[in-house]
């Protein structure tokens, strides 16, 4: 079946440290995969995504590359800041399935110090 | 684009009342919207599916009759949670699917709306 792996949190850094969240995926065919942010108290946003295989999605600073041989889609930015901390969720969205379901990871918190 | 609100933000109930929570789509028509539940520092669980006109379909271990979801229009759905009791105090987020626009299978989704039941 479908399933996101997401790397344990919490991740602390520091201010400008270099971010990689790891994101790995099961699914069959070719999803399209999503990473969202949750800040404290707040719904999702959508931070960036990429519809097919080697597809670079970018936003604020952060980027991620769908890459097909390894199944993943890992979250990075060069310079994290103290504003960067929240949620990080990766999603898959099957497009076989027909049903449009989300399948989430598990969310990684990063904390970003001063 | 592709904006979805909730209402309320916050609700405060009693134990053994009814809370009814609005998922609207604001500039776009969204024939299938999707409620989930989210524990506190957890991921987003899938409650049910709603669709446009027709019932709509929970995931296993949600309670239909706990959670009444209606969604009688194109950029309307509604959740309400009955006879609450403080288990079912959580963070609610809906989210919705453009079908008109160009985005596909992509999931818009609200601000979310946390239920306090004392």
């Known amino acids: 079946g479908n399933s996101v792996t997401q790397m344990e949190g919490p991740v602390t850094l520091s201010e400008e440290a270099f971010l990689t969240i790891n994101c790995t995926y099961t699914a069959t065919g070719y999803p399209s995969l999503f990473w969202y942010v949750q800040y404290p108290g707040e719904g999702l946003q959508l931070l960036l995504k990429?519809?097919?295989?080697?597809d670079k999605g970018s936003n604020k600073g952060f980027e991620a590359t769908y890459r097909k041989e390894t199944t993943s889609f890992h979250l990075e930015k060069g310079s994290v800041q103290v504003s960067d901390s929240a949620v990080y969720f990766c999603?898959?969205?099957?497009?076989?399935?027909?049903?449009?379901?989300?399948?989430f990871g598990t969310g990684t918190r990063l904390k970003v110090l001063a | 684009g592709a904006v979805v609100s909730q209402h309320p933000s916050r609700v405060i109930c009693k134990s053994g009342t009814s809370v009814k929570i609005e998922c609207r789509s604001l500039?776009?028509?969204?024939?299938?919207m999707f409620w989930y539940r989210q524990f506190p520092k957890k991921s987003l669980m899938l409650m049910a599916t709603s669709n446009e006109g027709s019932k709509a379909t929970y995931e296993q271990g949600v309670e239909k009759d706990k959670f009444l979801i209606n969604h009688a229009s194109l950029t309307l759905s509604t959740l309400t949670v009955t006879s609450a009791h403080p288990e079912d105090s959580s963070f609610y987020i809906c989210s919705a699917r453009d079908v008109g626009g160009g985005s596909g299978n992509e999931q818009f989704f609200g601000p979310g709306t946390r239920l306090t039941v004392l």
């Open positions: 500039d776009f028509q969204a024939t299938t």
């Open positions: 999603a898959l969205n099957p497009t076989t399935s027909g049903t449009y379901k989300y399948i």
């Open positions: 990429a519809t097919k295989a080697d």
